[in-house]
């Protein structure tokens, strides 16, 4: 995913408490320099600041980074020359959503097997009927117009 010109995330959403890999291929990178730190922090007061040294690849200068609570994530980059890349003076600001509620799992639910049971049957069910309507489908006409013939097993 892209959100930005030469900022790349491995995820299609950044979601708060989970883990994202980003790839860096902009201005430091481009020049062909040898490190390259990641400066990030969470929300408008950039809670959390934090550095990683990236590891430069041949798709670009990566690291993975934990994300923390927070509506945004905001990154700039340094390099061995403490310059940096930081959108002219803006930072790279990203949204960040919130855990889905019916994700997380509480204490207090059932943790038996039996509590997944309906949701295996339903599954199950699908995938029969998906595989009956596909033979159906695949063999029905074959029948009716006589061109169906079993293969023959070759005993060799």
């Not at 892209?2 to 883990?19: A, H, R």
């Not at 990641?38 to 990683?52: L, P």
């Not at 309906?118 to 061109?147: F, M, Q």
């Given at each position: 995913?892209?959100?930005?010109?030469?900022?790349?995330?491995?995820?299609?959403?950044?979601?708060?408490?989970?883990?994202?890999?980003?790839?860096?291929?902009?201005?430091?990178?481009?020049?062909?320099?040898?490190?390259?730190?990641i400066h990030y922090g969470f929300g408008?007061?950039?809670?959390?600041?934090?550095?990683?040294?990236?590891?430069?690849?041949?798709?670009g200068f990566q690291c993975e980074i934990?994300?923390?609570?927070?509506?945004?994530?905001?990154?700039?980059?340094?390099?061995?020359?403490?310059?940096?890349?930081?959108?002219?003076?803006?930072?790279?600001?990203?949204?960040?959503?919130?855990?889905?509620?019916?994700?997380?799992?509480?204490?207090?639910?059932?943790?038996s097997i039996g509590f997944a049971r309906?949701?295996?049957?339903?599954?199950?069910?699908?995938?029969?009927?998906?595989?009956?309507?596909?033979?159906?489908?695949?063999?029905?006409?074959?029948?009716?117009?006589?061109?169906?013939?079993?293969?023959?097993?070759?005993?060799?």
């Amino acid at each position: 995913m892209e959100l930005t010109k030469n900022i790349f995330f491995n995820t299609d959403k950044l979601v708060e408490n989970s883990n994202v890999k980003i790839s860096y291929t902009g201005k430091f990178y481009q020049e062909n320099c040898n490190k390259v730190t990641i400066h990030y922090g969470f929300g408008e007061n950039w809670d959390n600041v934090n550095d990683i040294e990236m590891i430069k690849t041949e798709l670009g200068f990566q690291c993975e980074i934990s994300l923390l609570e927070g509506d945004t994530f905001g990154i700039c980059f340094k390099n061995e020359n403490d310059e940096w890349d930081n959108n002219n003076g803006v930072n790279y600001v990203f949204p960040l959503e919130k855990v889905s509620q019916e994700l997380i799992v509480l204490e207090d639910e059932p943790k038996s097997i039996g509590f997944a049971r309906p949701l295996r049957k339903t599954y199950l069910w699908s995938k029969k009927i998906k595989l009956a309507v596909y033979k159906i489908i695949t063999y029905l006409p074959k029948i009716i117009s006589g061109n169906y013939t079993k293969k023959a097993k070759n005993n060799n």
